[in-house]
């Protein structure tokens, strides 16, 4: 098993954040939102219920949280990222896809958030745990302001066992992409958690280890319901 090395936490140049947001990650954020959009559904109870808030943590340009709310008029979503530059695109990005009614924009640290305990009925992340250094304090930020019964859904990268599988992995989905792509998506893979530590993580925090699972070659997903008494 390679060690993980540790890229940048905070992508946070314009031209990082016009290249990650020009990345193709269609078929991945969709496959997401419809996994988010399954657990959204389990929780409502009733079609006249007030709309359920979602707290997206590290949302980059705002892709995902796009992609659920265009497919559900029921959802509002609390996107943060640290990433000044991430934001002013992903502020584009909803008013291109006229949802900043429903999507709101927050500069803030996963790593010590400023809501409320349960505050929200799910806490949501795509691709934001490879960058934290020890990101024991994320997971438990999640538990804290998740709502008693809600959930929480997370999809990573998956550090590969060699390097020799790292870049295969770089040359099977990113073959076609520009040099400083190619080398985000390299740098992102190194740095990210294999399934053991995540498991760890979720036992740490007094979560079920198996609520993480490999869910392809290269991500990882943690999908769970809280107990509703915390």
């Known amino acids: 098993m390679i060690p993980r090395q540790l890229e940048p936490e905070v992508m946070d140049t314009r031209a990082e954040a016009m290249d990650y947001n020009a990345m193709d990650h269609g078929a991945v954020n969709q496959a997401f939102a419809a996994e988010v959009l399954t657990l ?14 979602l707290l997206d943590l590290g949302t980059g340009t705002a892709l995902i949280p ?3 709310c265009q497919q559900h008029s029921g959802i509002r979503v609390v996107a943060t990222d640290l990433a000044v530059e991430m934001l002013k695109i992903a502020a584009d990005n909803l008013l291109q896809a006229g ?14 958030l400023a809501c409320a305990d349960h505050s929200f009925e799910g806490v949501i992340s795509n691709s934001l745990i490879h960058h934290i ?3 024991v304090s994320v997971f438990r930020e999640m538990v804290r302001v998740v709502k008693p019964g809600g959930f929480v859904f ?10 020799t599988e790292l870049e295969h992995l770089v040359e099977l989905y990113a ?9 985000l998506f390299h740098d992102s893979l190194h740095a990210a958690l294999t399934l053991s530590e995540v ?6 925090c007094g979560l079920p280890p198996d609520a993480a699972r490999i869910t392809s070659d290269r991500h990882w997903t943690v999908s769970l319901i809280l107990p509703d008494t915390l």
């Open 175 to 183: 073959g076609q992409a520009t040099p400083r792509q190619r080398q």
């Open 40 to 53: 959204v559904t389990a929780r409502q109870t009733s079609d006249d219920q007030p709309p359920i808030t």
């Open 133 to 135: 250094p020890e990101p």
């Open 199 to 204: 498991r760890a993580l979720l036992k740490t």
């Open 66 to 68: 796009i992609a659920v």
């Open 154 to 163: 997370l999809r990573d990268l998956l550090r590969p066992d060699s390097l």
């Open 99 to 112: 949802l900043g009614q429903v999507i709101s924009l927050e500069r803030a640290d996963a790593k010590q």
